[in-house]
């Protein structure tokens, strides 16, 4: 028989090593140490067997990020189920496609909202919904009490689906990306040797865990070495300061580091027991590395993947960490570059990243034909632009898709022109993102009106919100007489993007 390939039988051999340590650390000092967290994920895969969620059946997951949320997700890698993180940020009308699309055979949720998503729970039949509140409180934790504390992890095959990540496309529909066991434990493992990663590393873990970042290199590196995660629930940046001398390790996205750079208190002498500074998910730029290697003592380490993908490249741990690069692919990840009609180029010429090996994703959640355009002989296509040297360093120098990247999250613009170009206000418009000193990239909307009546944009504001999640509603809306177009009569968004390129700074 083949060996079992559950991720969690990977991780649970540091749970027993590291037994009695401390696993997650609250900022109040409550303390969950491995035993416990091991204890736990066996009595809430029990209830999840219980409750007759099987192999295969997915759990949706939008609460506040806890070290219950934490147990929820190594239960269901436990009991085979299909684990489903969404944005805190989500609303209804977003939930409601999540729902559709995912038939969950269980939703947790935060009690915080349950009277708004009464209306969904009665449109939709999932068979069980239970609460987790921000201080881990509800029918979650209840049902626990009196459940066993052994279970026997379910056996799966490498490449049974563990996680869907939901990420958004340029057609503005999210899709599932499937994330096999094999893939996050393949990934996991070779970030550990590469960054060398030690029992006694203290990680400062402030990004959420509905994403890859937060949920898999973060977490997954601090379960694996059976070390200590100084556990917040949302990046606070002074609560960050105030950890940095009990850490070795911070990850994050460049915001993050932008804003520890406005702390005064941010010091060589501060961070002198850190090891390891780590940025990824958006651009770094030149400038917060070099300010933040004069001002911290440390030289950031940027590193590069996607929801698909897990992590693909890394600046090198030993070596030069050179700004504006992401370093190389890690090693068992193999790339080829090629133009747009998918003909491999030679070095040094800019193109778009195609990458394959056990990391990457097994298809989009029951949308194949997605799937198969993503992919090219056996290579998925990242839709980044590289550039990459004659010493095999990659540059990401852009993308070939129309995203945003703000504060770390992606916003696709054709998501918010959909629900601006159905306002009445409103002829048509046009959503970019351009330089901002917080998030790296802000979302702008520039319209054309309908009439020659001013639109009102507070109110274009209040409707965005009640449909988007809050941090895809543009920081500004432009009023233009007409979008510039090509001869093909596409709008020319890189004009655009030049015309606004100054409005935050
Ligand atoms: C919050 N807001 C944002 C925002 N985050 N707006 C734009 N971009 C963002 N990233 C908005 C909120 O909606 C709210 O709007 C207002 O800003 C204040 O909200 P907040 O909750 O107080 O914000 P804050 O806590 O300061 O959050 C900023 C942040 C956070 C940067 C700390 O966004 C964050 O943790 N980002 C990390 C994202 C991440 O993990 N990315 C990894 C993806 S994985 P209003 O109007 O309501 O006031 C991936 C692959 C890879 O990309 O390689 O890793
Ligand atoms: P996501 O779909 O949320 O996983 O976002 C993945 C995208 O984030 C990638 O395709 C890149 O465009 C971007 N990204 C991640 N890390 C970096 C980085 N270090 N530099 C530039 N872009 C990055």
């Not at 993947?305 to 090693?331: I, K, Q």
């Not at 009640?466 to 543009?474: F, M, T």
């Amino acid at each position: 028989m083949a060996e079992n390939a559950n991720f969690y039988l990977q991780l649970q051999k540091s749970f027993h090593t590291a037994n009695s340590r401390a696993c997650i650390s609250g900022p109040d000092f409550t303390e969950l140490s491995y035993s416990e967290l091991d204890s736990l994920t066996a009595q809430t895969a029990n209830l999840l067997k219980e409750l007759g969620i099987r192999p295969g059946a997915r759990v949706l997951v939008q609460t506040p990020k806890t070290p219950l949320a934490v147990v929820l997700y190594l239960a269901c890698l436990r009991s085979g189920a299909i684990y489903v993180p969404l944005n805190s940020a989500y609303t209804n009308e977003e939930l409601d496609y999540f729902i559709a699309d995912t038939e969950p055979a269980l939703f947790v949720y935060d009690p915080a909202q349950g009277e708004a998503l009464a209306p969904l729970f009665a449109r939709h039949n999932i068979p069980t919904v239970l609460e987790l509140a921000e201080d881990d409180s509800g029918s979650l934790f209840n049902s626990l009490i009196d459940r066993p504390a052994i279970h026997q992890t379910v056996p799966v095959d490498a490449d049974d689906i563990a996680v869907i990540i939901y990420t958004s496309g340029t057609t503005g529909k999210p899709k599932g990306a499937m994330l096999s066991h094999g893939n996050l434990c393949s990934n996991a493992l070779s970030l550990f040797s590469l960054w060398d990663w030690r029992a006694d590393d203290v990680l400062i873990h402030a990004l959420p865990i509905f994403h890859v970042h937060g949920l898999f290199v973060a977490l997954h590196l601090a379960l694996l070495g059976g070390s200590n995660m100084l556990f917040l629930s949302r990046f606070n940046v002074e609560q960050v300061i105030e950890l940095i001398p009990r850490a070795t390790v911070l990850m994050g996205v460049p915001t993050f580091y932008t804003r520890l750079l406005q702390q005064e208190s941010l010091t060589p002498a501060l961070c002198k027991n850190m090891r390891l500074f780590v940025s990824g998910s958006a651009p770094l730029l030149e400038e917060t590395f070099n300010e933040f290697a004069a001002r911290s003592g440390h030289r950031i380490l940027e590193r590069y993947g996607m929801s698909e993908t897990g992590m693909l490249m890394s600046n090198p741990l030993d070596g030069d960490r050179v700004p504006g690069t992401v370093g190389f692919a890690l090693p068992d990840v193999s790339y080829r570059v090629c133009d747009d009609e998918g003909n491999e180029l030679s070095t040094d010429s800019i193109g778009t990243l195609q990458v394959k090996g056990p990391n990457v994703f097994k298809g989009y959640w029951r949308n194949p034909e997605k799937t198969r355009q993503e992919f090219a002989d056996g290579y998925f296509i990242t839709g980044d632009l590289v550039n990459i040297d004659d010493q095999d360093r990659v540059s990401i120098v852009g993308r070939n898709k129309d995203l945003i990247i703000s504060g770390g999250y992606n916003v696709y613009p054709k998501e918010i022109e959909l629900v601006l170009d159905e306002q009445a206000a409103v002829q048509e418009s046009a959503v970019i993102g351009v330089p901002h000193p917080d998030f790296g990239e802000a979302v702008v909307a520039v319209l054309v009106p309908s009439s020659a009546q001013k639109p009102d944009t507070q109110e274009l504001i209040n409707t965005l919100k009640a449909q988007l999640a809050s941090y895809k509603v543009p920081k500004r809306i432009v009023i233009k007489k007409e979008l510039p177009r090509n001869t093909m009569g596409k709008v020319q968004k890189n004009l655009l993007r030049d015309e606004y390129a100054q409005l935050f700074s």
